[in-house]
């Protein structure tokens, strides 16, 4: 069952809180996959899956880079696909050691590599709600398609 989750947040702090909350519940070898526009907030969440992981690096999006490791509770691998043109690239990178690996990948731009992706992954969409006068709100969605059991313990993180 994918059961969807979604929450308003209101400002950067609580993009980053809601990002470490649900760190709690990764563990080696899950992707996130984030979908949303430029400046929608992932790189913020991103910061607070970071954070709970206990990843010490400054941690910023690697545009340029294309992925940036960082090291704490498990490896973390950190992708930015914006700048990505074709599915070689991504062939290129070696993505098979990050996504099937023992670390913990946080993919952005996620709509540019989906053919890449294992089946079991989390799913996060952010949206700004700028355009609707909610100057830095934005809605984020969760889509959990593990295939474990996480529902009880989500509900409690989106119900904050």
């Known amino acids: 069952m994918n059961t969807r989750y979604r929450k308003i947040s209101k400002s950067e702090a ?6 470490e ?13 984030f979908f949303g ?4 907030g992932k790189t913020c969440f991103i910061k607070g899956v970071c954070k709970g992981l ?6 910023s999006s690697p545009t ?3 992925i940036n490791e960082y090291e704490g509770k498990y490896p973390v691998y950190h992708f930015d696909f914006y700048r990505i043109d074709s599915e070689q690239e991504i062939f290129d990178l070696g993505y098979e ?9 946080l993919v952005e731009w996620a709509e540019r590599s989906a053919s890449f ?10 949206k700004s709600l700028f355009d609707s006068g909610k100057e830095n709100c934005r809605e984020i969605v969760l889509t959990n398609l593990t295939g474990q059991n996480l529902d009880d313990k989500l509900k409690v993180i989106f119900s904050d």
Request: charged letters at 20%; proline letters at 2%; one cysteine or more.
């Open 14 to 19: 609580e993009t980053r809180a809601l990002g």
């Open 21 to 33: 909350k649900i760190s709690s519940l990764l563990k080696q070898g899950d992707v996130i996959a």
């Open 37 to 40: 526009e430029l400046g929608s």
């Open 54 to 59: 206990g990843c010490e690096n400054e941690v």
């Open 64 to 66: 340029f880079t294309i």
């Open 97 to 105: 050691e990050y996504f099937y690996g023992n670390g913990i990948c």
């Open 117 to 126: 992706f294992p089946e079991n992954i989390i799913k996060i969409q952010l």
